[in-house]
């Protein structure tokens, strides 16, 4: 179950879950000002200055020279740089983002910064752990800074970039579309957590790791298929799905973990690869889940794993509790 905290002033929410990766005891403090970025003005393509959002770090853009036409100009960017951005900032060692328009965009190589995406900035190892305060105010910004984080309806991670960090898109609600090229290999936990909006997203191949609640309450996705190459759906991965209807589990996956498709109430069949031998969970209170294909490899079902699929049909039942006689439903 999650909560939801609102930030009234700015109507805005910021959603948080409670079994989150890292555990907050406190009580949201923060009184940010909302930022707002109107497009800019002729004026301001002579002189841009981009205001300071993901991490908290924004960059001025170099000053005008004196020669400068008024006309914009029309040649490429530099590489690294998206022309006329409302707003960027740094997330990696060599990674960029730019917003404007209500797209968000990933430029670079390499992977995401946790440390970097959260405070603003690369944090001495020799400071230690972060405060629950830090933390706190890092997930109300959700990642990015106190940018108004509704108005953005689309991300574009560009070719290079290898990972999707941490709590990088939590509570976007009205984010519907996102790019993740082939070149990322994990996304780590929380990255599309309440993307209440995100109807589909196609994950590349060369995801070998989708770690746990990457995409947990997001409500309106309809269907997922997992790539070949990941063998672990991690713990509450796509909890609380509730309109995934349709999911599609490779061979190469060999562990389920607890909660992996919780409270996905429109799931109403699954097949269990053959490379599966052990059911821990996964499926609890699938409450429109009817049948489960469950291959004669498994030799071992956890007695709750199937706790609240109160739909389950009478063939499916038999087939748990030949391999779980005290199996629950």
């Not at 752990?129 to 800074?145: D, L, P, Q, S």
């Not at 996905?264 to 429109?288: A, K, M, R, Y």
Request: charge should be negative; glycine fraction near 8%.
């Amino acid at each position: 179950m999650h909560k939801e905290a609102s930030h009234e002033k700015e109507n805005f929410h910021i959603f948080y879950d409670c079994r989150a990766h890292h555990r907050i005891d406190g009580v949201w403090q923060q009184d940010r000002t909302r930022q707002e970025y109107p497009p800019a003005t002729s004026e301001q393509q002579k002189q841009t200055e981009a205001t300071a959002g993901v991490g908290g770090v924004g960059e001025k853009a170099p000053e005008a020279s004196a020669n400068q036409s008024e006309e914009p100009k029309t040649e490429t960017p530099a590489e690294g740089t998206t022309s006329n951005a409302q707003a960027q900032g740094q997330v990696g060692d060599d990674v960029m983002w730019y917003y404007q328009d209500g797209v968000i965009t990933y430029k670079g190589t390499g992977d995401m910064d946790y440390m970097k995406l959260i405070t603003g900035e690369y944090r001495d190892p020799a400071e230690g752990e972060m405060t629950k305060e830090e933390i706190t105010r890092a997930i109300f910004e959700g990642g990015h800074g106190g940018m108004p984080i509704q108005e953005i309806k689309s991300a574009v991670i560009e070719e290079g970039i290898t990972s999707i960090i941490d709590f990088a898109f939590n509570g976007f609600t009205n984010l519907t579309s996102v790019t993740i090229p082939g070149s990322v290999t994990e996304i780590r936990p929380f990255a599309f957590s309440n993307c209440t909006s995100l109807t589909s997203v196609t994950i590349p191949d060369s995801v070998t790791k989708i770690w746990d609640n990457a995409f947990s309450g997001c409500t309106s996705l309809t269907s997922i298929t997992i790539p070949d190459g990941v063998t672990k759906i991690d713990t509450r991965t796509f909890q609380d799905c509730t309109s995934l209807a349709s999911v599609t589990i490779p061979d190469s996956v060999t562990e389920i973990a607890p909660g992996a498709f919780g409270n996905c109430t429109s799931l109403t069949s699954v097949t269990i690869p053959d490379s599966i031998t052990e059911i821990w969970g996964g499926f609890n209170d699938c409450t429109n889940l009817t049948s489960i294909t469950i291959p004669d490899s498994v030799t071992y079902i956890y007695p709750p794993a199937f706790i609240g699929c109160t739909s389950l049909d009478e063939p499916t039942k038999a087939k748990i509790t030949s391999i779980q006689p005290n199996a629950q439903f």
